[in-house]
């Protein structure tokens, strides 16, 4: 058992790439909790997909020993956070479970988007702040500069900023001990009623759900009776630990501890994040207040190529849907893609890893259609339906105005940039809500639709500014606009996966540019097709791809010109019944590069 004064529990917010997992792993080893044969590059990042990319998906945590310079031991909690803007939600929830937070920005680069918002989150679940400049060993390094920008665009005493380099090792003692004299202590009675705050679940073939908790207040022991309080199931608790990376068994977790503990649990679903777990008797009456659940901000199908594997997808989909909570997946058929799933996203990022961790887990191939955003359709006898998938626009007859979600979006950007990124966020259908300056840095909030945003907003933005700018939005409300579903229909055949809604006035260069595309990527076949961008009933804009041709004449020497037309009639009469029964066949990729517009 610990001593409540001799516990700190923090975690490591930062943007994208400003260090935070290799700091936590310079944490991990200069404590001695991971020998160092064991060590390796992100120690806390356990999917290969995490490692490939380079990015923290999943926030991991894990308990560090640490003999302090007065001679005191410490058992610090720390939890490694991601950076990216689609994976907010697992900062916020585990924002919730610590007291303080290591800011972590790398002193070449300087505040960016993401920088504020995570660490606005952190203020907002009022923690300590120990700020670290990182990346001290590179030449470009500034550390007053990016100091100086901490307190003015933050507002967070940085005069005594802890210089790191997390890759050499240089600072981490100084970290250590920061992190034991400024971050305060948790608070938790132990002689209270158990209240433990649920952080995060997830499955395990050989244990079941495995559940990470805080405990607040009170004691969990090995073979407890607890109950979730949010729909009163009661379990048998199996077995109590914690990470030090690798998983370690402790008899009980006491006030102010970060835990796991496993209570062959079936399913994930029972275990609901942010939910309070307290003892089946004697518990306590008032639960936690809990977190909001992620709301799916992007939506698109997922369709198996082979429609035999529908089943296997089926299981896939269930089963990442146990680890990741901000996923959510209801069934949907097309009438060009057999049967498949409607999956909800919190961002494109997030779309592209589980799309591609269904690809690498369980080997299926894919067809994702469309990403588009969830629209609120106002019909005329006064009810409201939400709309996630274009090709379930009811009839316009029956309805009174369309709403799209609005974002505001904070875009950092270096100031010779600036008119780009101002003209991009134009064309956008952006309104321009601040613009501040700090340093050589212009920071400008937009109030952006959504649906502009989730097709490649991110990727132009990066374009325009070589790399620079850095962003990041949080959805605000839902308005009115002049709204349209645009279909294309190839060879008269409406494309379920590539119908869209478009703002009128853009419907006729995004259908025309849609179709110009369509005409590279779809091959050539026997006969010709129209390719046709329509709103209801009325073509915007049309190409056809001419037919493959065979020389019918070619054996024709001489003779009557009689003979010729007799066989170019007869291949006419051949094309005309093709185009009727032809089945024209869309490749994979025409999908995906359809839908990245406006290059």
Same mark, same amino acid.
């Given at each position: 058992?610990?001593?409540?004064?001799?516990?700190?529990?923090?975690?490591?917010?930062?943007?994208?790439?400003?260090?935070?997992?290799?700091?936590?792993?310079?944490?991990?080893?200069?404590?001695?909790?991971?020998?160092?044969?064991? *060590?390796?590059?992100? *120690?806390?990042? /356990?999917?290969?997909?995490?490692?490939?990319?380079?990015?923290?998906?999943?926030?991991?945590?894990?308990?560090?020993?640490?003999?302090?310079?007065?001679?005191?031991?410490?058992?610090?909690?720390?939890?490694? !956070?991601?950076?990216?803007?689609?994976?907010?939600?697992?900062?916020?929830?585990?924002?919730?479970?610590?007291?303080?937070?290591?800011?972590?920005?790398?002193?070449?680069?300087?505040?960016?988007?993401?920088?504020?918002?995570?660490?606005?989150? /952190?203020?907002? =679940?009022?923690?300590?702040?120990?700020?670290?400049?990182?990346?001290?060993?590179?030449? =470009?390094?500034?550390?007053?500069?990016?100091?100086?920008?901490?307190?003015?665009?933050?507002?967070?005493?940085?005069?005594?900023?802890?210089?790191?380099?997390?890759? !050499?090792?240089?600072?981490?003692?100084?970290?250590?001990?920061?992190?034991?004299?400024?971050?305060?202590?948790?608070?938790?009675?132990?002689?209270?009623?158990?209240?433990?705050?649920?952080?995060?679940?997830?499955?395990?073939?050989?244990?079941?759900?495995?559940?990470?908790?805080?405990?607040?207040?009170?004691?969990?022991?090995?073979?407890?009776?607890?109950?979730?309080?949010?729909?009163?199931?009661?379990?048998?608790?199996?077995?109590?630990?914690?990470?030090?990376?690798?998983?370690?068994?402790?008899?009980?977790?006491?006030?102010?501890?970060?835990?796991?503990?496993?209570?062959?649990?079936?399913?994930?679903?029972?275990?609901?994040?942010?939910?309070?777990?307290?003892?089946?008797?004697?518990?306590?009456?008032?639960?936690?207040?809990?977190?909001?659940?992620?709301?799916?901000?992007?939506?698109?199908?997922?369709?198996?190529?082979?429609?035999?594997?529908?089943?296997?997808?089926?299981?896939?989909?269930?089963?990442?849907?146990?680890?990741?909570?901000?996923?959510?997946?209801?069934?949907?058929?097309?009438?060009?893609?057999?049967?498949?799933?409607?999956?909800?996203?919190?961002?494109?990022?997030?779309?592209?890893?589980?799309?591609?961790?269904?690809?690498?887990?369980?080997?299926?191939?894919?067809?994702?259609?469309?990403?588009?955003?969830?629209?609120?359709?106002?019909?005329?006898?006064?009810?409201?339906?939400?709309?996630?998938?274009?090709?379930?626009?009811?009839?316009?007859?029956?309805?009174?105005?369309?709403?799209?979600?609005?974002?505001?979006?904070?875009?950092?950007?270096?100031?010779?940039?600036?008119?780009?990124?101002?003209?991009?966020?134009?064309?956008?259908?952006?309104?321009?809500?601040?613009?501040?300056?700090?340093?050589?840095? /212009?920071?400008?909030?937009?109030?952006?639709?959504?649906?502009?945003?989730?097709?490649?907003?991110?990727?132009?933005?990066?374009?325009?500014?070589?790399?620079?700018?850095?962003?990041?939005?949080?959805?605000?409300?839902?308005?009115?606009?002049?709204?349209?579903?645009?279909?294309?229909?190839?060879?008269?055949?409406?494309?379920?996966?590539?119908?869209?809604?478009?703002?009128?006035?853009?419907?006729?260069?995004?259908?025309?540019?849609?179709?110009?595309?369509?005409?590279?990527?779809?091959?050539?076949?026997?006969?010709?097709?129209?390719?046709?961008?329509?709103?209801?009933?009325?073509?915007?804009?049309?190409?056809?791809?001419?037919? *493959?041709?065979?020389?019918?004449?070619?054996?024709?020497?001489?003779?009557?010109?009689?003979?010729?037309?007799?066989?170019?009639?007869?291949?006419?009469?051949?094309?005309?019944?093709?185009?009727?029964?032809?089945?024209?066949?869309?490749?994979?990729?025409?999908?995906?590069?359809?839908?990245?517009?406006?290059?």
């Amino acid at each position: 058992m610990t001593d409540l004064a001799h516990i700190r529990n923090f975690s490591i917010v930062a943007h994208i790439d400003h260090g935070k997992s290799t700091l936590a792993d310079r944490l991990i080893q200069s404590t001695g909790t991971v020998k160092d044969r064991d *060590m390796k590059e992100q *120690m806390l990042d /356990a999917m290969d997909i995490e490692r490939e990319r380079g990015i923290t998906i999943k926030a991991n945590t894990v308990r560090i020993d640490y003999t302090a310079d007065n001679g005191e031991q410490y058992v610090l909690n720390l939890i490694d !956070t991601p950076g990216h803007v689609d994976f907010a939600y697992e900062v916020s929830r585990s924002m919730r479970a610590v007291e303080g937070s290591l800011l972590v920005v790398d002193s070449t680069q300087g505040v960016e988007a993401q920088t504020l918002a995570n660490v606005y989150q /952190a203020i907002d =679940a009022n923690h300590e702040i120990v700020p670290i400049l990182n990346k001290i060993d590179l030449p =470009a390094s500034e550390c007053d500069r990016v100091a100086e920008q901490i307190e003015d665009v933050i507002g967070i005493d940085a005069s005594g900023a802890i210089r790191v380099s997390a890759k !050499t090792g240089v600072g981490i003692h100084e970290t250590l001990e920061a992190i034991v004299q400024h971050l305060p202590p948790p608070t938790g009675t132990r002689d209270a009623p158990l209240k433990a705050m649920l952080v995060d679940s997830w499955y395990d073939a050989y244990l079941g759900v495995i559940v990470l908790v805080r405990i607040m207040d009170g004691v969990l022991k090995k073979g407890d009776r607890i109950r979730m309080m949010s729909n009163n199931s009661t379990h048998h608790v199996d077995r109590i630990g914690v990470f030090k990376p690798q998983r370690e068994d402790i008899p009980e977790l006491g006030p102010g501890e970060i835990g796991f503990l496993t209570a062959s649990i079936k399913q994930v679903r029972d275990t609901r994040v942010g939910d309070t777990i307290t003892h089946e008797k004697g518990g306590t009456d008032k639960a936690l207040p809990g977190f909001n659940p992620s709301q799916p901000v992007v939506f698109c199908g997922l369709f198996p190529v082979d429609s035999a594997e529908f089943e296997d997808l089926r299981d896939a989909i269930e089963k990442l849907a146990l680890n990741d909570a901000s996923f959510s997946y209801e069934m949907e058929t097309s009438a060009a893609l057999g049967f498949g799933f409607r999956c909800g996203f919190l961002g494109l990022l997030h779309l592209e890893v589980i799309r591609d961790r269904i690809e690498r887990e369980y080997d299926i191939d894919l067809i994702t259609t469309a990403p588009s955003v969830v629209y609120h359709i106002h019909l005329r006898d006064g009810s409201m339906e939400e709309l996630h998938n274009p090709a379930d626009m009811p009839d316009l007859s029956i309805v009174d105005h369309l709403e799209e979600p609005r974002i505001k979006a904070t875009i950092l950007v270096p100031d010779e940039y600036l008119g780009d990124v101002l003209k991009l966020c134009q064309d956008r259908r952006g309104i321009q809500m601040d613009l501040t300056y700090a340093g050589t840095r /212009a920071m400008v909030v937009y109030d952006l639709p959504l649906n502009e945003v989730v097709f490649d907003f991110y990727d132009r933005l990066k374009s325009v500014t070589k790399g620079y700018a850095s962003f990041d939005y949080q959805l605000t409300d839902y308005r009115q606009d002049n709204l349209v579903k645009m279909s294309i229909l190839v060879n008269d055949e409406p494309v379920d996966a590539l119908s869209m809604m478009v703002h009128r006035d853009r419907a006729e260069a995004r259908g025309r540019a849609m179709v110009e595309k369509l005409k590279d990527l779809i091959p050539r076949h026997m006969f010709k097709i129209p390719i046709q961008a329509a709103i209801g009933g009325k073509v915007i804009a049309r190409e056809t791809l001419s037919a *493959m041709r065979k020389d019918v004449t070619a054996k024709c020497y001489g003779g009557d010109a009689t003979r010729k037309k007799k066989l170019l009639e007869k291949q006419k009469k051949g094309k005309k019944k093709m185009r009727q029964f032809g089945k024209v066949d869309i490749p994979q990729e025409a999908f995906i590069s359809a839908l990245k517009m406006d290059s």
